[in-house]
């Protein structure tokens, strides 16, 4: 049984009160899609249509994370035992990870369209909310592992790729701190910022790329998930892009911290390290990208059951794309670029099709349902 596959997903949900009873953290992954459209509209200042939109984006993603956050809140007082119980559950526990990685999107935001509108005192606000993130991606990369070792059956036939939802939140985490600090006033709290995003990073690629090798073979012996699961295809360009922009942010923005910090005779070979390191991360990607358009085309033959599992389909292109544009600007090759303006225009036509039948959905009651209520 799978929060996507089965049956019982499809029911509907009248009141608010049953959608409550039903709330799943997998809901977050609405503010994780919508929030990386947001940020890679705001990579085209030239274009202030483009612009606008993405300011408008993030303004409604804040609303959607504050009311999926009431929602969620509701539920732990009203129904704390059913809310409890998702830590147990070895498919819905791994949805904790979307809640820093959507919190990390209205971040970004803030620094992108928040200063403009707002001024400085939207640069304390992204601080302050950062760290929560942080705190909030690192509890999530420890708890549900640890629930994986000790409460959760699992096998490498039930594998899939939402293994690494709380596993990437931290890089998530740490790209977000890559581009906060050069908001950050005084050198050492820059130093921390950057030191902190370096043990982010390191506390996530490398554990996430061992479970992509898993999941390679986990498909060569059991083959292709349930049609149900086919989004998550998808989700390995997540921790490989987010990666890569991780270290491009560093090599970018890291290198004056460092000078300013006295490790001046580090910051070239630090940045230059973090520069070839994303290079080969978004080379990487580009098997990983190719590997689920094919893998999406087979499914297709079959029909593709819609549920909430196709914002997969958003974040992970989200933030490869947000790391192809960004390497398109210090690496001199002119279809990298034109690469990265594709994969933005993909990404807002996916998420435009994703955003209206998850609207349908929530209105009708359909999307809401909690697998652990069931078990």
């Not at 459209?37 to 804040?62: D, H, M, S, T, Y």
């Amino acid at each position: 049984m799978t929060a996507f596959t089965d049956p019982y997903v499809q029911a509907r949900r009248s009141g608010w009160r049953q959608r409550v009873l039903h709330f799943t953290p997998n809901w977050f992954a609405t503010t994780m899609g919508t929030g990386i459209v947001a940020i890679c509209l705001g990579q085209f200042a030239a274009i202030p249509l483009l612009w606008k939109a993405g300011e408008i984006l993030w303004l409604a993603n804040i609303l959607l994370f504050g009311i999926l956050s009431a929602l969620y809140a509701a539920k732990w007082l009203l129904h704390p035992r059913e809310a409890l119980s998702a830590l147990g559950h070895p498919v819905v526990s791994m949805f904790f990870g979307c809640i820093p990685m959507g919190l990390a999107t209205l971040v970004n935001g803030t620094l992108i369209f928040g200063v403009p509108l707002f001024g400085e005192p939207a640069v304390g606000m992204a601080i302050q909310l950062w760290w929560i993130d942080a705190a909030l991606a690192i509890i999530a990369g420890f708890v549900i592992p640890f629930a994986m070792f000790t409460r959760h059956d699992h096998s490498l036939e039930q594998m899939s790729a939402i293994w690494l939802l709380p596993i990437v939140a931290s890089e998530v985490a740490a790209a977000s701190g890559g581009l906060l600090v050069t908001h950050v006033a005084g050198a050492g709290p820059q130093m921390t910022v950057l030191f902190a995003s370096y043990v982010l990073w390191a506390c996530s690629v490398p554990l996430a790329l061992g479970l992509l090798s898993v999941l390679f073979l986990r498909m060569a012996l059991h083959k292709l998930p349930p049609a149900g699961m086919a989004a998550t295809a998808f989700l390995a360009l997540g921790p490989i892009g987010t990666g890569a922009l991780g270290l491009i942010l560093f090599a970018v923005n890291g290198r004056a911290v460092l000078e300013a910090n006295g490790l001046g005779a580090l910051a070239n070979s630090m940045s230059g390290a973090s520069l070839f390191g994303a290079l080969l991360l978004w080379a990487y990607g580009l098997w990983w990208l190719g590997m689920a358009l094919v893998v999406t085309a087979r499914y297709l033959t079959d029909g593709l059951p819609f549920n909430l599992g196709w914002w997969a389909y958003t974040f992970p292109i989200g933030v490869y794309a947000l790391a192809t544009l960004r390497l398109a600007i210090l690496v001199p090759v002119p279809a990298i670029g034109t690469f990265g303006d594709l994969l933005v225009i993909a990404l807002v036509a996916i998420w435009l099709v994703v955003a209206a039948r998850t609207a349908l959905g929530a209105l009708e009651g359909t999307l809401f349902s909690d697998p652990c209520l069931q078990a």
